[in-house]
T-cell receptor, first 115, second 114 residues
Framework: GNSVTQMEGPVTLSEEAFLTINCTYTATGYPSLFWYVQYPGEGLQLLLKATKADDKGSNKGFEATYRKETTSFHLEKGSVQVSDSAVYFCALSGGYGGSQGNLIFGKGTKLSVKP | DAGVTQSPTHLIKTRGQQVTLRCSPKSGHDTVSWYQQALGQGPQFIFQYYEEEERQRGNFPDRFSGHQFPNYSSELNVNALLLGDSALYLC?????????????FGPGTRLTVL
């Protein structure tokens, strides 16, 4: 079945450092890909999404490109801030045999940014 | 405009009991999905409701059941609670039929089973 694998955390960075969180997926067809963020004590918020190969999702300085050839959707940010400290989840929906309404999540990567 | 709301915030039950969790979707949304998030894990899809019917279901036993009301709010019921049911239960709402529509998540209900 469809699945998502993302890098283990926690990740600790200094402010203004470059961030990469790796995410790879297993799915047939063309699923939609998402990054969600969960701040402490809050629900999940959609950070960005891409619905077809080579699409780049971007929001708040974060970017991720849908790479079908490598089945990846890595999250990047050029300069992180303390306020970016949160747990980041990679997710997919759809694809052959998958449902558009059912999100499949990775285990999450906790990011801590130190001043 | 209120977002997705869930009640209660926290709940403590003992094994074998039954629990009901509630969710009110974001204004204008008609589809509600429920997810279980165990500690340190990503959310897992339980089921989705649209037009008061269960449209999709994840790999959860029949002990997990739900309902959607005419005002689109929803309940998640869990019978015969097990220790392993301890988790954060997230409700998400979306517009249309849940296809390619952003799912907006509530803050969750933290269930502890003793």
């Amino acid at each position: 079945g469809n699945s998502v694998t993302q890098m283990e955390g926690p990740v600790t960075l200094s402010e203004e450092a470059f961030l990469t969180i790796n995410c790879t997926y297993t799915a047939t067809g063309y699923p939609s890909l998402f990054w969600y963020v969960q701040y402490p004590g809050e629900g999940l918020q959609l950070l960005l999404k891409a619905t077809k190969a080579d699409d780049k999702g971007s929001n708040k300085g974060f970017e991720a490109t849908y790479r079908k050839e490598t089945t990846s959707f890595h999250l990047e940010k050029g300069s992180v801030q303390v306020s970016d400290s949160a747990v980041y989840f990679c997710a997919l929906s759809g694809g052959y045999g998958g449902s558009q309404g059912n999100l499949i999540f990775g285990k999450g990567t906790k990011l801590s940014v130190k001043p | 405009d209120a977002g997705v709301t869930q009640s209660p915030t926290h709940l403590i039950k003992t094994r074998g009991q039954q629990v009901t969790l509630r969710c009110s979707p974001k204004s204008g949304h008609d589809t509600v999905s429920w997810y279980q998030q165990a500690l340190g894990q990503g959310p897992q899809f339980i089921f989705q409701y649209y037009e008061e019917e269960e449209r999709q279901r994840g790999n959860f036993p029949d002990r997990f059941s739900g309902h959607q009301f005419p005002n689109y709010s929803s309940e998640l019921n869990v019978n015969a609670l097990l220790l392993g049911d301890s988790a954060l239960y997230l409700c998400a709402s979306s517009g249309g039929q849940g296809t390619y529509n952003e799912q907006f998540f509530g803050p969750g209900t933290r269930l502890t089973v003793l």
